[in-house]
């Protein structure tokens, strides 16, 4: 075998263990978090299924605000009584089959949660970093939207 070759391959595998590892990391959520679907068109499909209203997370795990809204915001005691009134997606956007919805919905930084109601209208977003208790009351309000599009 030629160096080149093994220097291919080589990369190859770096690359595959990498994507493997930020999957993995990407579907690991802290006890108490709300349930996460992490496939857009199966998130969709729920929220019309149930009539909930949608929050699609678009994330990555090298995004120090996306790990703290992640572990300290989601499975608040806060956002826990919110849990069951939506569809909770969680979306990487590290993997490229989250590149389509990712730019249908302009996401140019992370966090980025875009709330749609159950027939994926949007409703709101929110960008950055937040508190429990700050993301409580997003989703109050975003319920109260939800509930005028009925």
């Known amino acids: 075998m030629t160096p080149r070759f093994l220097t291919f391959v080589s990369a190859a595998m770096i690359s595959a263990a990498f994507t493997f590892t930020i ?20 998130a969709m ?9 949608m929050l699609v997370v678009f994330s990555a795990t090298w995004c120090p605000p996306c790990q703290a809204n992640k572990k300290n915001v989601y499975p608040s005691d806060a956002v826990k ?3 069951d009134k939506f569809i909770w997606a969680y ?3 590290d993997i490229p089959a989250n590149a389509e919805v990712a730019s249908k919905f302009k996401v140019a ?11 994926g209208e949007t409703l709101d977003q929110a960008i950055g970093g937040t508190s429990p208790e700050a993301f409580a009351k997003t989703l109050k309000n975003v319920l109260k939207k939800a509930a005028k599009k009925k």
């Open 81 to 83: 009584s919110y849990h």
């Open 45 to 53: 499909a729920a929220a019309k299924k149930s009539g909930k209203p």
């Open 91 to 93: 979306l990487d956007t």
């Open 109 to 119: 930084g992370i966090p980025h949660i875009q709330f749609l109601s159950k027939d």
């Open 23 to 42: 999957t993995a990391q990407a579907k690991d959520f802290p006890e108490g978090s709300p349930k996460f679907v992490t496939d857009y068109p199966a």
